[in-house]
Each structure stands twice: as structure tokens, then as C-alpha cells.
């Protein structure tokens, strides 16, 4: 579970507006210094800003027809010398490999970039020919052609002639990237650059960069069409994680999408999902659960997708509108997430899902489809040989891979391939949290031993904890206190869709468990036992259920939420001070703040200097007065009860009256704005020894924007600062809400 961020201190140092040639904007622009509740490290950095419009002018479509008179133009030479064996998806060789979970490798030639050189000129509806390996090729017409702003030129079409299929290429002055699709002979010739600079088309299985038909639940099968659209306004705005940089969106509202990948470059309508804003809930829970050890938001809020950083963000567009890949409940290119934007994937490519008529089977789809963009693979059987593995077992603890076929069991899980007959050991978290997509855990809430245990969370005496198992690897410990007697305790894993298998454990001080639960058929689990008085330390993990090899499964997918609850006589419950880490006054101004904490306090006090004028109350923990002297005051509040003391380090800081902001950021002459809570400016934390403009203390989730309009052309120049809460809070600078950079 994250918690409110501790702390948040942002400052701005200089912003400069120099008119110069180096950047054109050519409209007005919104410059945009914002600092969303998300992490501490320093540098200084200048930001050319540029802004020419659109990136390019509207991608123009055409339907397929068949060729021409007009001689078919070559779009690249001939590969040169075959290296390897021709694939044949149909031969027996290759169904033996399947059956006995081994990988075939096909055929691949060496390319000249330079003969991608005349992509550029491309036109829709041109005729052209692209050659394959072995002196075969194939024909199509154009119906996409693009240059965009990052210089990659796209080309897509349609096959035509006695192969059916599809193609895009891409190409830059230095690299080129390219997909042809065959689906009737089940293979793709995928044009890569290799590390090394060679250009090479390799043959392969198109299972192996498109996903094969995801298929529907069978009960559905006969009602794909059969549901009316169900009146909708916007879809709720849901976040798991609204401080990650990575995005998963969930898109319920409709698109018109014309990406080169997609229905041959030409244009879908996609309808909206016909689903209720409760189903959309639920969809959105169950797909929650099932990323949130990593540290990614799932989201319905397009904004955060659109704000996200390509090569970190990813759309799976829920739809009924499957006309462009019929019979299958979903589909994904495999890598997509992170390489978005390179080579033939767009700045926005999408994934899909075609099930909007149950919610379970289209959460299940949408997280097998994001799967596939963080680019896993199929989880099957080799034998008797299955595409998709829909399980085993029954009840709450009847378990399936999400990457195989997860309609059909209530425990869903990332999964290693350890099942019996597994066709492949893709270690589905290590891939998606690795460094291929860059997204990593989530950060941990809680101590992992006795000796880094978290004081347990009460509500009026009572446990109410809430956390996060994010790997196998991972145990939460808590401690707590009690006078003696009978302690109750639940943990329960998330309400809708769990992931996680629970196990609890009482601990004694040396590590000797006192009592233990994990019933074998329940994913939750519960003890009561009596305890002396004493210290006691509180173990919470996933873990499995019986033989993984005989219809169980390991603790390798049970990460997930869980909540604890329950009583322990005379449980600990010492104040927790709740204040924010930063109090920001004005001198000679009134100056007020009050001490808060949980857990009943009876008294207060303060260690450290307060600034001289403000004086407090122990009794109701008010801190009042006028300051008069400008300064920076350590200090720290404590809250007092009958178990003991709760404190918290506190900074509050004195500026000497009002400085404007546009005086604080050096940059007078631009009309400044802040949101609320707002930035001010202040003399203590500077780089020009003079002011500069500091945010406000935010809590979790929260944001605040520094604003200023600049009229170009311009070159933005600033310098800037931050402490806080590494990878959980960001201080980001953008331009017309597109965030370019941030620090953290």
C-alpha cells in the first residue's frame, strides 16, 4: 500500500525566457512547472523547448484494391545470402517441436539500409513490392504513409495477389524496422536492425510477434454481437498507482485510431464498450489486482496516459468493433510496451480487447493482452499439445496462468511454467518488472524481517493494515504490542479478482512462531491465540497450495493486496503524528498550525527552536503567534498518550514577507500563476543566493502547477531542486500539459 508521501519538498530555482532562434514556437505556449505527488536527487538542466504545430499533416487512408496497371515499385532490395531453414509451421518437424516445447528458429538474410531510401516518397495507393527471402515476393497497395516529428518515415499497407496479408515499414536515416504478415502460412518476415548495425529480415512464427486468436469464453461464443450498446457517459476516472511513471489505460469510451500496425494503416472506428460504469469498475479492479506489485498505474484517466512518457505507457482499447481481426477476444504485438514509438510502432500504439459482454473474461483478456505488450508469451501444454492452458482445480483456489486462458478459475496468476506440461518457463514478473520495460517494483510498505518490522496500524485499538505482496520473495513484518489475552487476527486478500494466496504467522522476538494460519482450500486465512504480555511481530506472505506438479501451484504468483484485521488486549496504540514535513509562513503575518495525530493524544510538545512570536498550546496541540524573525526552524511535534510519545521532524520556514513569484523565478516580465496549494516565493533554498519559488508540501496523491505563458520564439533556460520520496514523487516541466522532463 502506498502511503502519503512524507515527505515533498520541491523548489524552483531560476526560470529564464530568453528570445532566441534555437527553439520556434509558433503559437502561444503554455509552460507548465508541476509537481505531482510521485521522488530526491539534484541536477542542474536547460530545456529547449520547440513546438511546430502538428507533427505532421493527417495520415491519409485508402481502402485496399488489387494493383494496378502501373508496375509495382520495389520498396527495398533483395536480401542477400540465406542463413538457416525454412520454417513450415505445417510440417511435421515443427509439430514435433511444439509438442516437445522446443523453439524453431526459421530463415534470415542480411538487408541495405540505404535501399530504404526512397520510403519518404511513398504514396497512398501506390502499388509496390517488397521481396521476401529466397527471391520470393510478395505485392500490395499503400493505405498509410507518414514522416513524423521523430523522423521515422511509415509506410503500411494491404497484400494483394495470391497472399493475403498485411505490411508496415519504417525507417530513419540510420535504422529501418519492418513486419510482413503471411496468416494464412502462419509466418511474419520481420525486418530488425541488430545492435551491431546489420540489417537483417528474419523468417518467423507470427505467433511470435502478434498473438495467435485470443479465444472468447465458450458460455459467449453465440452472443458476441448479441448485446445492445448500453447508455454511457464518461467513464469513471481510476487509479491504482496515480504516482508511477508507468501507464496502463484502460480505454471504455470509443477511438478512432489510424495506426500503421493496425488493420493494414487503415482507419478503425472503434465503438464504445457497452458496459455501465459498474462494470467498468469492476473490469478495473480485477486488472488492479493483477499489476499491482509493479510499479504501473492502471488507469481509466486519459490524461494520465496521454502525460506518461512513450515507452512507458500502453492503451488496450475495450471495444465491440473487431471487423479488422474477427474470431478472437483480444490481441497485442508482443514488445509493444516499451518499444512504442521505434521502428514501425507508433508514438501510440494500441492493444485489444473485443469482450465487453462479462466482466471477468474481459478483465482476463485485457491483463493477457497488456501482458503480451511487456512481451510474454503464451502459457500452453505441450501434451497433450494446448495453445492457451485454462487451468486446473476448482473453488477459490482453482488456479490458471493469465497469459494462458484465465475464463474459467477464480485464482489467476503470472506464472513461470511449472505446472505439468508446461510449454514454456518464461518468467512472466521478472520480465515485466526487468529492465525491458523499465517499470520495477513497487515500493515495499513494510519491513521484510523482525529487525525492520513496521509498528502494526490501528484504527480505535483495532489492527486495520493494508499492504502489497509484490514477489515471492516477499514477507511483511509488523510489530505490535499487548498486555495479554486472546488475539484475533484476518487476513484477507483483495475483494474482487485476488491474486494472492495468504499466509500469517505471530512471531515471538527470537523468530519462533507462536501461531500460524493458511487454511488450504481459502485464500484468506485467520488465527486466534493467546499470548503473555509482551512483544510480538506479525509475518504476512503469498504462498502456494500442494503439488504445483499435481494440481497446486507455487508462491511465484500469489502477490496482490491484502488487508489486516482483528483485536489483541491491550494492542499499542502510542500516537501517530500525521503532519506534513514542511510548513512554509510569512513574517510579521499571523502563522498557525495545528499538531494532528491518530491514536488519541492527551498532550503535546515541541523539540527545537519555534520561531520566535509563535508559542503552543500543549493542551490542543495549536501552535499561534506572529513570527518575527525570518528563518528556517527544525523541529519536531510530539503527541502524547498513555502508551507513550509519537513524533515527527517538522521544518517550518519563515520567508521575510511577500516575494512575488515572478521576482522569485527571475522572470518579471511572464504573468504567473500557481494552483492551489500554492507555490511560493522564498530566500532560503536558492541557487542565485537571492529567492527562488518553492511548492507547497503535497500529500499523497496530490499535485500543485507553477504556470507562466511564453510567446516564442524562446528558449526556456531553469534551474532546479528536490527532496522527497524517491521513485514515489516527481517534479515534472511541460508544455501544453505534454510533460518533457522530471526529476526526482
Known amino acids: 500500500m502506498k502511503k502519503p508521501s512524507p515527505r515533498l519538498w520541491l523548489a524552483l530555482l531560476t526560470l529564464l525566457v530568453i528570445a532566441a532562434s534555437v527553439a520556434i514556437l509558433q503559437r502561444e505556449t503554455t509552460q507548465q512547472i508541476s509537481a505531482a505527488s510521485q521522488p530526491g536527487a539534484v541536477f542542474h538542466t536547460e530545456a529547449v523547448v520547440s513546438s511546430v504545430g502538428s507533427d505532421a499533416e493527417a495520415p491519409s487512408t485508402v481502402d485496399a484494391k488489387a494493383p494496378s496497371a502501373a508496375p509495382a515499385v520495389p520498396l527495398f532490395n533483395a536480401p542477400g545470402a540465406t542463413i538457416g531453414t525454412r520454417l513450415n509451421p505445417k510440417g511435421a518437424a515443427y509439430m514435433q517441436a511444439r509438442l516437445d516445447g522446443k523453439t524453431v528458429k526459421g530463415r534470415m538474410a542480411p538487408l541495405e539500409l540505404r535501399s530504404f531510401g526512397g520510403l519518404p516518397a511513398v504514396q497512398v495507393g501506390e502499388t509496390v513490392r517488397l521481396p521476401l527471402i529466397d527471391g520470393e515476393a510478395v505485392e500490395g497497395v499503400v493505405n498509410f504513409a507518414e514522416t513524423n516529428s521523430r523522423g521515422w518515415t511509415r509506410v503500411a499497407g494491404s497484400l494483394t495477389g495470391n497472399k493475403r496479408g498485411s505490411f508496415v515499414l519504417a525507417t530513419t536515416a540510420k535504422k529501418a524496422s519492418g513486419l510482413i504478415q503471411l496468416p494464412d502460412e502462419q509466418l511474419a518476415y520481420e525486418i530488425v536492425t541488430h545492435p551491431d548495425g546489420q540489417l537483417m529480415m528474419h523468417e518467423r512464427l507470427l505467433s511470435e510477434v502478434i498473438c495467435s486468436p485470443l479465444p472468447w469464453p465458450r458460455e459467449e461464443e453465440g452472443r458476441k454481437a448479441a448485446r445492445a450498446p448500453v447508455p454511457q457517459g464518461a467513464p469513471p476516472i481510476l487509479s491504482s498507482r496515480p504516482d508511477a511513471e ?31 460504469a459498474a462494470q467498468i469498475t469492476d473490469v478495473w479492479n480485477r486488472v488492479k489486482e493483477d499489476f499491482l506489485a509493479f510499479n504501473v498505474d492502471v488507469t481509466t484517466n486519459e490524461e494520465r496516459y496521454n502525460q506518461a512518457p512513450v515507452g512507458k505507457r500502453m492503451r488496450c482499447i475495450i471495444t465491440p468493433t473487431n471487423s479488422f481481426y474477427k474470431n478472437a477476444g483480444g490481441v497485442a504485438y508482443l514488445g509493444s510496451f516499451a518499444e512504442a514509438g521505434f521502428g514501425f510502432y507508433s508514438e501510440t500504439i494500441p492493444c485489444w480487447v473485443f469482450i465487453d459482454n462479462n466482466t471477468k473474461a474481459c478483465a482476463e483478456a485485457v491483463s493477457h493482452e497488456f501482458g503480451h505488450t511487456f512481451d510474454l508469451s503464451h502459457d500452453g501444454r505441450t501434451s497433450p499439445f494446448t495453445e492457451y492452458y485454462e487451468g486446473h482445480g476448482s473453488g477459490s483456489t482453482g ?42 517494483f513497487a515500493p515495499d510498505e513494510a519491513g ?23 514477489q515471492a520473495s516477499d514477507a511483511d513484518f509488523y510489530i505490535f504490542n499487548t498486555t495479554g489475552g486472546t488475539a484475533t487476527i484476518n487476513a484477507v486478500p483483495a475483494p474482487t479478482s485476488p491474486n494472492v494466496d495468504l499466509l500469517i504467522e505471530v512471531q515471538d522476538g527470537s523468530g519462533t512462531v507462536v501461531s500460524r494460519a493458511n487454511p488450504p482450500d481459502a485464500l484468506n486465512s485467520a488465527l486466534s491465540t493467546t499470548l503473555p504480555a509482551g512483544t510480538y511481530y506479525l509475518k504476512v506472505q503469498g504462498i502456494g497450495k500442494g503439488d504445483v506438479k499435481d494440481g497446486g501451484y507455487s508462491s511465484y504468483g500469489s502477490v496482490g ?57 500543549p493542551t490542543t496541540g495549536l501552535m499561534t503567534g506572529i513570527a518575527t524573525v525570518a528563518g528556517r526552524y527544525d523541529v519536531v511535534l510530539i503527541a502524547t498518550n498513555e502508551f507513550g510519545d509519537g513524533s515527527k521532524p517538522v521544518t517550518i520556514t519563515i520567508s521575510p514577507g511577500l516575494i512575488p513569484l515572478g521576482e522569485a523565478a527571475d522572470a518579471t516580465d511572464l504573468p504567473w500563476t500557481s494552483t492551489t496549494p500554492e507555490w511560493l516565493g522564498q530566500a532560503f533554498v536558492t541557487h542565485d543566493g537571492v529567492d527562488a519559488v518553492e511548492s507547497p508540501e503535497l500529500g499523497n496523491s496530490q499535485e500543485s502547477r507553477l504556470q507562466a505563458t511564453v510567446v516564442g520564439p524562446a528558449t526556456v533556460t531553469f534551474r532546479w531542486k528536490v527532496s522527497s520520496q524517491e521513485g514515489a514523487d516527481f517534479l515534472g516541466f511541460a508544455i501544453d500539459g505534454n510533460t518533457l522532463t522530471r526529476i526526482s
Open 399 to 440: 488456479w490458471a496462468p493469465i497469459m494462458g486462458v484465465g475464463y474459467y478459475r477464480e485464482l489467476v496468476q503470472w506464472s513461470r511454467g511449472e505446472y505439468t506440461g508446461a510449454n514454456r518457463t518464461q518468467d512472466d514478473i521478472a520480465i515485466i518488472a526487468g529492465p525491458q520495460n523499465d517499470i520495477g
Open 448 to 470: 521484510g524481517a523482525i529487525d525492520s518490522a513496521m509498528p502494526v496500524e490501528t484504527d480505535n485499538g483495532d489492527i486495520l493494515q493494508r499492504g502489497v505482496i509484490s
Open 561 to 617: 493486496a491484502y488487508t489486516l484485521s482483528g483485536s489483541v488486549p491491550g494492542l499499542f496504540r502510542r500516537p501517530i503524528v500525521t503532519n506534513l514535513s514542511r510548513v512554509l509562513g510569512r513574517i510579521d503575518e499571523p502563522f498557525s498550525l495545528q499538531i494532528t495525530a491518530r491514536n488519541a493524544p492527551t498532550s503535546y510538545g515541541v523539540s527545537g527552536s519555534l520561531p520566535p512570536g509563535v508559542t503552543l498550546d
Open 246 to 276: 508507468g501507464v496502463l489505460y484502460l480505454d471504455f469510451d470509443g477511438e478512432t485510431v489510424t495506426d500503421p500496425a493496425w488493420n493494414d494503416g487503415r482507419t478503425i472506428v472503434a465503438a464504445a464498450a457497452r458496459m455501465t
